[in-house]
């Protein structure tokens, strides 16, 4: 595995139980959400001990397991070195993609779950949903599902069910931070 994660002809590598796995280029999509995803952490976090990441670094969990997430957020920084994060993050978040969705919904969210992630976020593109998973007695909960509804289905609810429908959510890391929905998905084409 290449310990400095260069890019070679546009992938990069992961280690997935012990197995290298090249990682195709992200989609626009993708990189999209990832980066209004880490553009809202990199802005609450300015000036507080906690250091958000985008995609490129990696993240050393086992001898058989070192993940590249889309976003983390690190609050102790002895777990960062040059070449990476060495532990736990406080916050993972992966966004899916067809390549990806398998591992990142098995085996990785194993592996987030059994090294201690506090907080896992999996995000869908296609769905424009994020799943909120939650570390409880050591094992993830899935918290809440938080959905961007198409047009169609809106037309077809009452202006109650409209209402009711939950357009942001708090990072449980941090009561104050709210996340908006329409910041992650709103201009998504």
């Known amino acids: 595995m290449n310990s400095n994660l260069a890019y070679q002809e546009n ?35 300015r000036g507080k001990p906690c250091i958000p990441f985008g995609d490129g670094l990696l993240v050393h969990l086992t001898d058989k397991d070192k993940f590249v997430p889309d976003v983390m957020v690190v609050c102790d920084r002895s777990k960062i070195k040059p070449d990476g994060v060495y532990g736990a993050p406080d916050l993972v978040v992966e966004v899916l993609s067809p390549s990806t969705a398998k591992n990142d919904r098995t085996h990785k969210k194993d592996v987030y779950e059994a090294c201690g992630v506090p907080e896992y976020w999996i995000v869908s593109p296609a769905d424009k949903s994020i799943e909120v998973y939650l570390l409880e007695n050591g094992t993830y909960i899935l918290h809440d599902v938080y959905t961007v509804h198409p047009d169609w289905i809106l037309k077809q609810m009452t202006d109650e069910e409209k209402a009711a429908l939950v357009t942001e959510f708090k990072c449980h890391l941090y009561d104050d931070l709210v996340i908006r929905l329409d910041d992650i998905f709103g201009d998504l084409f």
Not at 21 to 40: E, F, N, R
Request: neutral net charge; without cysteine; glycine residues 12%.
């Open 11 to 45: 992938f990069r590598e992961e280690l997935i139980g012990g197995k290298v796995v090249m990682m195709a280029p992200a989609s626009a999509g993708h990189t999209y959400i990832a980066d209004g995803i880490l553009s809202i952490f990199r802005h609450y976090l």
